[in-house]
């Protein structure tokens, strides 16, 4: 196999990682949806630029070692760009349940719990008891 079909079949590999990655982490709820969809749509392009050979005759008309340098660094440059967007993704989970929390915590503020109608009704019984030993 020469050089082009290990940098297609590379690119199509880095395609698969990328989607299947994305996927998993939006199932392990570490990713939120639309970055998730985002970077499945990524990795089905990649894949599909290294699997039809119209698109990726580019590699040809390229050094090998160019070729490889730009996988690698595009490659790099994509996995730090998934790890910020996982980091994006728990601070925005993060902001909602810290908003949930503060709105809860606002409307027991404004309006105190109520106690149920029976409870009341039993405190009241114990507090008018009478004493035996007055008796």
């Known amino acids: 196999m020469n050089a082009v ?3 297609r079949l590379t690119l199509v ?4 990682l990328v989607a299947a990655a994305s ?7 570490k990713m939120t949806s639309d970055l998730a969809t985002a970077w499945c749509l990524v990795g089905i392009v990649i894949l ?3 699997a039809v050979p119209a698109l990726s ?3 040809g008309r390229i050094s090998v070692w160019t070729g490889m340098a730009l996988l690698i660094s595009v490659s790099v ?3 730090a760009a998934f790890r910020i967007c996982l980091i994006l993704s728990r601070l925005v989970t993060q902001n909602q349940e ?3 929390q503060v709105s809860l915590l606002l409307g027991t503020q404004q309006h105190p719990p109520v106690k149920p109608a029976a409870t009341e009704e039993a405190e009241e019984d114990s507090a008018h008891e009478e004493s035996p030993v007055c008796h």
């Open 5 to 7: 079909g290990i940098m």
């Open 13 to 16: 590999g880095v395609g698969l």
């Open 23 to 29: 996927f998993w982490f939006h199932a392990a709820k």
């Open 48 to 50: 599909v630029i290294g």
């Open 57 to 59: 005759d580019w590699l």
């Open 77 to 79: 440059g994509l996995w």
């Open 98 to 100: 810290l908003a949930m």
